[in-house]
């Protein structure tokens, strides 16, 4: 019986197969149809690329403004390797990022910080746990990309200008050296820059709620990426809400200062927590009379960087109507000049405030350049063809001169970026080293490891010390940062905390940057790398006892 019920079950099972898979075959739409299904699927397919190829002709102008600056800035990082370039980079924004992730900053300092950089970079690092050497190095090509996109979008938009005009000029500003200089290492500025350039069409118009909530949010946003950044942007919504105010537009004057209230709580918060509670303050003494250094670094240091556009700013100022550009223009110029007041300035150093002032200048000088190519054709032969010349020519100059401040090393530099090299690097293969020295840095480091025991101590000057936190985490406890002092303030730090003996990387001895040319007496090289060395130097143990 049981054999006999499991072969009815048995049938049954097929039975039941048969029955579904005959459900299944009637349930299944006839050949004709099944056939003209199958071609519809793959018809919906295949216009998928066509569709594709409409959207990308449609943006074709804004993905070529985001692209190709990507791809410009992209250019040194692939020159350098696996190392990161400019010296806030791994300075300050890599070690930062360590600190940040590994929770060892309160939150009043991240508050004073302006923290919406690190916000991108410390989640990605939790996520990962990839060196944050290569988050910005992603990073910077992105940054460098958006903010020339939001540029082409402004110029399309607030300006009106023609898609064409406005690539091409978008394009230009990407290729000046003091654009390029930006993407270098400030990539908050970057990163609050392309916040401005994105509110200021809704500064000129800013009706209706909408409008005005995204105003608002991209205000907050341009202070919580840098206190400069957040400074413009305020100054140019309180600019239009004083215009309101003396004409008597009170509902006006009302709506801009509630657009612009929230960022600015958050921009005396920052200011409070990273200026008032460490102790720096918002001004630092001068002197009663300029001297020549004082006036270089900041007058001089304007004019260096923008006497190229001037003759082209001067044609095209007239031609930009936009309020908010000359406000900004305007404004970093007064600022820069407060660097020669006596007695007292603000505490940024007056070169911060000559960088800000490269797009507003970037752009009045692509209107000059517009104006003088489309005006009228010259009927003489010769001044005609001079005419024609022009556009390729400046154009071909900043291409060749921009190609020269990306791909040269910084000891080849060309001569005309070598006259600021504390306020603009040299080249933009390089860091807080130059190139030549990067495989000999990481190199050294890695024989200093191997060298630290509990008794000895790797003091680092600041161009070494974010190296150090990036390559050797597990030294984080025996490592001393002396910041821009000379090496004797590490040596004494190490004394003060009962070390034995020091470990310092530095250039050879009349090979040393940053104003540090020489290694002072009692120091000994341990191992040479290039211009790089290793040193060691004992500390008495009678003077570490009389410390402690």
């Not at 099972?13 to 004709?32: D, F, Q, Y």
């Not at 449609?58 to 692209?67: D, G, K, N, Q």
């Not at 110029?333 to 911060?352: D, Q």
């Not at 005419?387 to 001569?415: D, F, K």
Request: proline share 6%.
């Amino acid at each position: 019986m049981a054999v006999r019920t499991g072969l009815l079950q048995g049938n049954r099972l097929r039975n039941s197969w048969i029955v579904v898979k005959g459900a299944a075959r009637e349930n299944r739409p006839p050949l004709g149809v099944e056939k003209s299904m199958l071609s519809f699927g793959r018809e919906k397919i295949s216009r998928v690329p066509e569709g594709l190829g409409k959207i990308v002709r449609s943006y074709r102008f804004a993905l070529a403004a985001f692209l190709i600056p990507l791809f410009i800035r992209s250019i040194p990082e692939i020159l350098v390797g696996p190392y990161p370039i400019g010296w806030d980079t791994i300075a300050f924004y890599v070690p930062n990022t360590l600190d940040w992730a590994a929770g060892k900053t309160g939150f009043t300092e991240i508050l004073g910080t302006a923290p919406l950089m690190y916000l991108i970079s410390v989640p990605v690092y939790w996520v990962s746990r990839v060196n944050p050497v290569w988050t910005f190095k992603i990073m910077g090509p992105i940054l460098y990309g958006s903010m020339i996109w939001a540029l082409f979008r402004f110029l399309r938009i607030g300006l009106k200008w023609p898609d064409k005009q406005a690539l091409g000029s978008a394009l230009l500003t990407s290729l000046y050296f003091v654009t390029l200089r930006i993407s270098w290492d400030l990539y908050r500025n970057m990163l609050g820059l392309t916040f401005i350039l994105l509110s200021l069409p809704l500064i000129e118009d800013m009706k209706g709620p909408r409008k005005q909530a995204i105003l608002s949010v991209l205000i907050v946003l341009a202070v919580a990426a840098d206190q400069l950044t957040g400074v413009i942007a305020l100054v140019l919504v309180g600019a239009r809400a004083l215009t309101a105010l003396t004409r008597n537009q009170r509902d006006e004057f009302v709506g801009k200062v509630k657009v612009a209230l929230p960022g600015t709580v958050l921009f005396l918060a920052t200011a409070y927590a990273g200026l008032i509670v460490p102790g720096i303050g918002l001004v630092s003494q001068q002197a009663p009379v300029p001297s020549l250094t004082s006036a270089s670094l900041s007058i001089g240091f304007l004019a260096y960087a923008y006497l190229a556009l001037v003759p082209l700013v001067l044609v095209g100022v007239r031609k930009v109507g936009n309020i908010e550009l000359r406000t900004w223009s305007l404004f970093c110029i007064a600022t820069v000049g407060t660097a020669i007041l006596p007695f007292f300035g603000p505490i940024v150093e007056s070169y911060r405030w000559s960088l800000l002032l490269d797009i507003p200048l970037c752009i009045f000088a692509a209107a000059g350049l517009h104006k003088i190519v489309e005006s009228v054709h010259p009927r003489i032969g010769w001044a005609r063809n001079f005419h024609q010349l022009i556009l390729p020519t400046l154009s071909t100059v900043l291409m060749i001169s921009a190609i020269l401040y990306i791909a040269l090393p910084a000891q080849q530099a060309m001569v005309y970026y070598t006259a600021y090299p504390e306020l603009l690097p040299t080249s933009m293969i390089q860091n807080t080293i130059p190139l030549s020295d990067l495989g000999s840095l990481r190199s050294l480091l890695d024989s200093a490891a191997v060298r630290i025991n509990s008794g000895t101590v790797l003091i680092t000057h600041q161009a070494i010390y974010g190296w150090a936190r990036a390559y050797l985490p597990s030294l984080n406890n025996q490592l001393i940062n002396y910041h821009y002092n000379p090496p004797l303030s590490g040596v004494e730090m190490a004394r003060s905390e009962g070390y034995s003996s020091i470990l310092m990387i530095w250039w050879i001895d009349g090979s040393g940057w940053h104003n540090q040319p020489n290694v002072p007496s009692g120091f000994s090289v341990l191992l040479q790398n290039g211009d790089l060395a290793l040193y060691s130097r004992p500390i008495d143990n009678g003077q570490t006892e009389r410390s402690k």
